[in-house]
């Protein structure tokens, strides 16, 4: 059973940097995509970005060139660089992975969440 755990979160200023992470306690080299999600109040889940295993990136219009995405196998860790925050990035951010056999899995690992809040 594939357990994640983010850690990271809390309150930044706008214009701030914030760095998340995810632990897995599996290696994450059996995890073909990690992601990154977010729920703001009120709104439906929605896409941050992922990462697959060979290192390529997606990434959401609204976070493209403020945020990074990396995964660390020696540390089994997901990371999301959050840089130039805004109030509009503030929300619940969860981690997924594609279930350890699976490509692009349609369910997936969650995360507990973490919250982010970018206010002044």
């Known amino acids: 059973q594939v357990q994640l755990v983010e850690s990271g979160g809390g309150l930044a200023q706008p214009g701030g940097s914030l760095r998340l992470s995810c632990v897995a306690s599996?290696?994450?080299?059996?995890?073909?995509?990690m992601y990154w999600y977010r729920q703001a109040p009120g709104n439906q889940r929605e896409l941050v970005a992922n990462?697959?295993?060979?290192?390529?990136?997606t990434y959401a219009d609204s976070v493209k060139g403020r945020f990074s995405i990396s995964r660390d196998s020696a540390k089994n860790t997901l990371y999301l660089q959050m840089n130039d925050v805004r109030p509009e990035d503030t929300g619940v951010y969860y981690c997924?992975?594609?279930?350890?056999?699976?490509?692009?899995?349609?369910?997936?690992?969650w995360g507990q969440g973490i919250q982010v809040t970018v206010s002044s």
């Open positions: 599996v290696s994450i080299r059996s995890l073909y995509v």
């Open positions: 997924n992975a594609d279930r350890p056999g699976w490509e692009w899995d349609p369910i997936g690992v």
């Open positions: 990462i697959i295993r060979d290192g390529r990136t």
